[in-house]
């Protein structure tokens, strides 16, 4: 694992990283989704696309790249566009799990392969907007620790910074980033997805002019059944891309 300290917004953030076939020209950029790392991309990868090489990256605040400052998918964008300056490479093509297929589509390379991207607002549960509705009504009370009261299992631990963020990004609608995307795009989703549901793959393959979409068996983390053939895909699809 390496690391490189990258400057932004007056903020220095080391960002960790790894590189698999690393003499390699063309370059592959591989992003994880939400509270995920690099660690869970290289296992579903690593062993394919061996023409290519590999960039996995923790991005802040995730994995053991640090963040100290409220960020928004954009900044995301801007940080990682500075680190790939920094190693002196412009990926061909840009891979992105949920939360890292919005960062991947705003760096715009020739390819993008989006695996059940978050992007599209979708309807919240009852239980959810009951949730939000009754923190609502409460918070003017100042009730101590009102927001850990109220916050999901996943998010309990994070730091101020990284919460915020995460109400940045959440229900964040990208619907216009993905129409204005002039990248091929091959959008891989799972069909039992519950997080980022089928019927939003479809509505992002819709979006982007040049794109192709993949239903396949499984859940948010399909592709890690499903490896073998996203990278046979990516290697057909994306091969004469300039």
């Avoid at 216009?176 to 997080?195: H, M, N, V, Y």
């Avoid at 794109?211 to 073998?228: E, N």
Wanted: charged share 25%; hydrophobic share 40%; glycine share 6%.
């Amino acid at each position: 694992m390496a690391s490189k300290e990258i400057q932004y917004k007056e903020h220095i953030f080391k960002l960790a990283y790894e590189l698999l076939n690393p003499t390699h020209k063309e370059i592959l950029l591989i992003l994880h989704g939400w509270g995920s790392n690099k660690e869970i991309m290289k296992q579903a990868f690593g062993r394919f696309l061996p023409e290519y090489k590999h960039i996995y990256l923790d991005m802040p605040g995730f994995g053991k790249s640090n963040n100290d400052m409220i960020l928004t998918t954009e900044d995301y964008a801007h940080i990682v566009q500075l680190f790939l300056d920094e190693l002196g490479v412009k990926p061909l093509i840009a891979m992105g799990h949920s939360f890292g297929g919005k960062v991947c589509t705003l760096l715009n390379t020739p390819c993008l392969v989006l695996l059940s991207s978050a992007g599209v607002v979708t309807e919240k549960p009852w239980s959810v907007k009951i949730k939000i509705a009754t923190f609502k009504l409460l918070k003017p009370l100042g009730i101590k620790k009102m927001r850990d009261l109220f916050r999901s299992s996943d998010v309990k631990d994070m730091s101020h910074e990284m919460y915020e963020t995460f109400k940045n990004v959440v229900d964040e609608d990208f619907e216009a980033s993905f129409a204005k995307s002039k990248s091929k795009a091959l959008c891989f989703w799972g069909k039992e997805d519950t997080a980022t549901p089928l019927y939003t793959g479809e509505k992002i393959a819709g979006l982007i002019k040049n794109s192709q979409f993949y239903p396949l068996d499984g859940d948010h983390f399909f592709f890690l059944k499903h490896a073998a053939f996203i990278a046979q895909t990516i290697t057909e699809q994306c091969k004469d891309i300039d």
